[in-house]
Every structure is written in C-alpha cells, then in structure tokens.
C-alpha cells in the first residue's frame, strides 16, 4: 500500500485547517488550498495558535511546534500542491462547487492519489460520477470539528469506490490518530442523519416559547449527558452550514421534518452564523 508523506487541502475553513494542522502534527506535509488570501491568513493564524496551545499545555516541545508549522505550506490555487500523495475536498457544502473542485483535483494530482472529500451530508456517488473510471478513487472522508480534538471519520463509499480506495483511507484516517467507521452512502450518512433533526427541533423549541436557549441547552446538557447543548452546538458549527446539511437531507429524502426551522433560517438570513461571525443563538 503507497505510503501517503504529503496531503492537500482544498479549502482552508474550520474543517480544511483542522484537517491541515492535524496532517502538520502527524508529520505529513501538508498543502492548504485556498483561492481566498483573506482564509489562508485566518487558517494561517489558527495553526499557529494550536501549536502555541499544545506547547503551552506540554503536549508538544518549541521545537516540534516549530517544525509542525515549517510542513504546512499555504496555496491560492491547487497547482502549488500538485506533488501530493493525497488529497481531500473540505469546501462548503454545494453539490455544484464540490463537482467542479472534484474535477481539477482529477486534473492536478496524479492517477493514484485517492480524491477525497469531507462533506457531511451529500452523496460521494453523485460527486463521483461525472469522473468516469477516476471516480474508482473518490470516497468521503467525514472529519468532525475540531478536527485535531475529535476521533471520529466518517468513511463513506460511492458506487465506485474500489477496495483500494477505501483500504487506504482506513490506512491514513488511523495514522492521523483518528478512527475511521464506515456508513452508506445516504444523505447525511449517520452523523447529520440523526444530529440535524434534534438541532432542528431544538430551534422550533425556542421559536414555540418551549423554553429559551439556555434553558434548552441547559436541559439537554445535563438530562442527556451531551457536553454542549444542540443550540450551542449549532452555533459552533455554523448556522449556514446546519442549514446548508437540512437542505441536501430534505430534498434527498424528500421528508418535511428535515426543512429547517423559520427561526434557523431568520438567524442565517441576518448573518448571524455562530460563534466564527460572533453572533448566532448566542454572542461570542
């Protein structure tokens, strides 16, 4: 099995760097792609400020920090990282912009390099398609935010993924210290599959007067065992993003309870995404 040294990422957001500095710790080369300077400066900040975070907490010396950064380069296009042995998608979650990314990603990195991506929600056979005999490579490879705190990847088949493709993202997800578990290439796979609709109904709770945020939250966190509350948790994925996810499981589905909710969309429609605009359900 070709051993993965150096990775891409397209797409330099909250999961895109997450996934970057995670490769950087793990001793991948790892290429952060992004046609926005202005997110390459943010994603830029952020891997500093997680290695400055494990040094201060002792999980890691100066100087491993130090070199952790010196493997991550930073690109506004994907050219710059053509020498990757891997490469994984983490743009936002539009099936349209996802194609065309998928489609340079065939045309950039070599014939061996599985495509990857880390949508949570839509279909890797429907991404795949469009890529004829390549689309053998493509898989989903689900991480959960933060990236370098959270175990858990979500690995998903398409139609055509070969057993190669998905041995050899097993093979990576654990040397990333992750645990990959598969699921079926349904909408929203397990994970938003179930999580969606309980922050859906979380949002009509405190639309119906139920009871406010923090009551809501409050109540889950402690009668469910859950570390944060749906509405809190909303918020720290992004409002956009959970609305963007019920939209893919409502029209894939075709079910009314994955619609999001008035109050959800009120929110997203104001610019009040959570805590990365500093404003959502709460204010940060």
């Known amino acids: 099995m070709t051993t993965v040294n150096s990775i891409a990422v397209i797409g330099a957001g909250t999961m895109g760097s997450g996934i970057t500095i995670t490769a950087a710790i793990k001793g ?12 390459l400066d943010r994603a830029k900040k952020y891997h500093a400020k997680t290695v400055a975070r494990n040094v201060a907490k002792e999980r890691m010396t100066q100087e491993e920090a130090d070199a952790t950064l010196a493997r991550i380069s930073y690109h506004a296009d994907m050219a710059g990282s053509a020498s990757a042995d891997w490469v994984v998608e983490a ?57 370098p705190v959270m175990k858990l990847v979500e690995v998903i088949n398409g139609l055509a993924t ?17 645990t990959p578990i598969p699921a079926n290439d349904r909408a929203g796979f397990v994970s938003n599959r179930v999580l969606m609709p309980m922050i859906n109904e979380a949002f009509y709770a405190w639309m119906e007067g139920v009871a406010e945020p923090e009551a809501i939250d409050g109540i889950m966190k402690l009668g469910c065992n859950f ?11 992004g409002l956009d993003v959970c609305h963007d996810i019920m939209m893919v499981l409502y029209r894939e589905l075709g079910d009314q309870k994955y619609f999001p909710c008035p109050k959800l969309r009120q929110l997203v429609l104001a610019g009040r995404l959570g805590n990365k605009t500093g404003k959502g359900v709460y204010d940060y």
């Open 28 to 39: 991948l080369d790892a290429h952060q792609v992004d046609v926005s300077q202005e997110q």
């Open 227 to 237: 570390p944060m509350g749906p509405l809190q948790l909303a918020d720290f994925i």
């Open 162 to 178: 070969s057993e190669e493709t998905t041995a050899r993202t097993i093979a990576l997800s654990e040397a990333l210290g992750k």
């Open 91 to 147: 743009a936002t979650e539009n099936v349209d912009l996802k194609k065309t990314i998928f489609g340079q990603m065939r045309d950039t990195y070599g014939p061996d390099v599985v495509l990857a991506s880390n949508t949570s929600s839509i279909s890797i056979t429907d991404l795949a398609a469009p890529l004829g005999d390549d689309a053998s490579r493509v898989i989903g490879m689900h991480f959960f935010n933060p990236v």
